[in-house]
């Protein structure tokens, strides 16, 4: 069956400090890997879409990459503005989409 | 603003009772996702439509269904509803490629 698995369920950076969260999927036929992110109460607002193994993505402070098995999303120099929950998602040949149950971001001033 | 609009922004209703949901795509945007978030379930896929049409389902209960008009709005109706459907509904919308989703504000959706 076609799943979504995300780590850490919860991360807590100070300022500045860089770190990674981790996607790892099993899907039939991937159609392309998207990072979300979602604020409190609001619906997911999207960041990257990746298709094939090898592949990187990058705006701001965010850098998305791809392998066969998961994806990373790295945070480089986090500000508090970057708080929120970062959703994992796959596409899979049935056109489905399985969502992953989130990292939530903390980032301390 | 994603430009993807839903109503009603909440709504409150009892066991066994049926609500529809309205959700108006961004201008120009053929297709349409609805989802449902709960806080045990994470963000689950319910189903897509393409220019009126089905295009793929996923975890959607039969007391569920929905339908994209011709005017490319969409409504999801709920029927017989249960304590367990109370959450937040999304809808999103996506051009032609069909991957980079713009969700709306959702709807919270309490069943007493």
């Known amino acids: 069956e076609d799943q979504v698995t995300q780590s850490p369920e919860a991360l807590r950076l100070q300022e500045g400090e860089s770190s990674s969260l981790n996607c790892s999927y099993t899907?039939?036929?991937?159609?392309?890997l998207f990072w979300y992110r979602q604020d409190p109460g609001k619906g997911p607002e999207f960041l990257f879409t990746l298709y094939s193994a090898g592949e990187e993505k990058e705006k701001e402070r965010l850098k998305a990459t791809l392998t066969k098995k998961e994806s990373f999303l790295h945070i480089t120099a986090p500000k508090p503005e970057d708080s929120a929950t970062y959703l994992c998602a796959v596409r899979d040949n049935f056109n489905k989409f399985y969502f992953g149950s989130g990292t939530k971001l903390n980032v301390k001033p | 603003d994603s430009g993807v609009t839903q109503t009603p922004k909440h709504l409150i209703t009892a066991t066994g009772q049926r609500v529809t949901l309205r959700c108006s795509p961004r201008?120009?945007?053929?297709?349409v996702y609805w989802y449902q978030q709960s806080l045990d379930q994470g963000l689950q896929f319910l189903i897509q439509?393409?220019?009126?049409?089905?295009?793929a389902k996923g975890n959607i209960l039969e007391r569920f269904s929905a339908q994209q008009f011709p005017d490319l709005h969409s409504e999801l109706n709920l029927s017989s509803l249960e304590l367990g459907d109370s959450a937040l509904y999304f809808c999103?919308?996506?051009?032609?490629?069909?991957?980079?989703?713009?969700f709306g504000p959702g709807t919270r959706l309490t069943v007493l």
């Open positions: 899907v039939s036929g991937l159609r392309g």
């Open positions: 201008s120009g945007d053929l297709s």
């Open positions: 999103a919308s996506s051009s032609e490629n069909f991957n980079e989703q713009f």
């Open positions: 439509y393409y220019n009126g049409e089905e295009r």
